[in-house]
Structure formats: C-alpha cells, structure tokens
C-alpha cells in the first residue's frame, strides 16, 4: 500500500508542474493581448496545479496506516481530497461563467497573433499527454485522485479547442463569440467537477459497490459453502470491503470451518483486485427450510 501511494505521489508532482507550465503560458499571454477565453482556459490549468497540491497532500494523510482513532485506515481522505477538487471546479466554473457575463457589458476587442495559436496548440498538446498518463496511472494503482485529477486536466482539451475556436472567431472579426465560449467553458468546467463530486460521493455514503447476487454466486462455488446471505459492500477504488454471513454444517469443526472463511476472502480478493478486505461471518446451516436464501 505504500509503494502504491509514493508511486501516485510522484505521478501527481510531475503533473503538477507540467499544469503550472500550461498555466502561466496562457495566463500571461490571454492577459496581454485581452483575450478573455484564453485567460479562463489559464485559471483553469492552473487549478490544475492547485488540485494536484491538494491531491498531495490527501494522499500525504491516507497514506499512513492505521491506528487507534483510524482503526479502518485513512484511505477516505483520498476521497476527500478528491471532492475538494470538485469543489475547486465548481468555484472556477462559477468564475469564468461570471467573467463572461460582465465582458458582455465591455466593447473592448482582444488581440490575436500567431503566437496565440502556438500556446494554445502547445499547451492543449501537453494536456493531452499529461491526461493520457495520469489516467492510465490511475487505473493501474486503483487511485481515485489521480482519476478524478485525469478528468480535471481532460476538460482542459476540450476548453483549449474551445478556446482555439474563439480565437479563429475573433480574427474573422466576431469578438462577441469569446465570452459565449468562455460561457460554454464554464458549463463543461461544472460538469466535471459534478461527476467528480458524484462519483466520491459513494464512497463517503457507504454506497454499494458490487453486485450482491454475483458475490453469492462465487461463494457458492467454494466447497463447504451451503449458502450465504447478508452480503454487504462498501469502499472505493483499490479499498473495497466485503462483509457477509456464510452457512456451514453445523457439526463442522472450527478449524475446518475457518478454514472455509478464509478460502472465501482469498477467492473474493482475487476475483475483484479492489477488494482490500473480506470478513466472514460463519453461521450453522439450520435443518432444511429453516433457512431461506438472501443476497441483501
């Protein structure tokens, strides 16, 4: 668990200061030539960067292990940072929507040179990578921050194109198309924090995360089991946990009966590589129609 952790942590640093690269270049140059969706584009990769300091630091705490007040870990906070990211999100969103608005009331035409097409092609190239990668670390280390922050830096393409768009706009002489396009910026800017929100939100309710009916399905398979029920899931990406309640022979030995539990974790673990934890609840088979198959 903490190899997986450093290795997320060195993906995020890198990441981190290619968004503040991508940042500052269109920041400064939306700034001086007055062009209001590059600048909206720049905020944006730059909460990039803040994500990836807050991801950091989320990571920093779930990384330690458990002890007596975290009995369970601290994992969550991973989840928590990630929802932070989202809330950045809907506060840049917010913003630029707001920003775009009041441009509306300006009669102000920004300027457009080739060299804006160059740091918008660059940097939507660098966000391209820097997507690419970061998701694919995040699928293969089971991170949710490192996904959510993959989903962050994904929107920057899209607003980079738009952003190009509004830029072709504004050389063909239609100015007003730049705060329309930052508005549009900002509706795809609040909807990837919304899904971002949404998604961690499950972790934090205690939502379901496996089907209840296939669980069953493959505890059956192992020998011993004569039925399971109460089947409870719970978690996140790389720490979901498993709890239901196996039926036995009721003359089984102990040991033998434990050792049926433990076949049940392993097989389980192996079948679902999020699962971190499996607890098994033995229970003796009662005479047949006593008991009644569950899967909730």
Known sequence: MMHRFKKVQQVLVLVLFLNLFVAFAKIIYGTLTSTLSMTADGYHSLFDGISNIVGLVGIFIASRPPDREHPYGHQKYETV?????AVLLLFVSFE??????????????????????????????????????????????????????????????YVSFS?????????????????????????IIFRAGFRIMKENSRVLLDMSRLEEEEICNLVMGVDGVIDCHKIRTRGGMGDIRIDLHVLVKPDMPLEDA???????????????KDVSDVVVHLEPALPQGSNSKKTS
């Open 81 to 85: 940072a990630s929802i932070f990211i």
């Open 96 to 157: 630029i929507f707001q920003n775009a608005l009041h441009r509306f009331l300006l009669q102000s035409t920004p300027g457009v040179t080739t060299l804006s097409f160059i740091i918008m092609l660059g940097t939507m190239g660098v966000n391209y990578l820097v997507t690419r990668y970061e998701h694919g670390k995040g699928v293969a280390l089971r991170s949710q921050i490192l996904i959510a922050d993959s989903m962050h830096t994904k929107s920057d393409i």
């Open 163 to 187: 952003v190009i768009v509004s830029l072709l706009a504004i050389k063909l002489g239609f100015p007003l198309l730049d705060p329309l396009i930052a508005l549009f910026i900002s509706i």
């Open 258 to 272: 434990h050792i049926i539990a433990h076949r049940v974790s392993k097989m389980l673990k192996a079948e679902y």
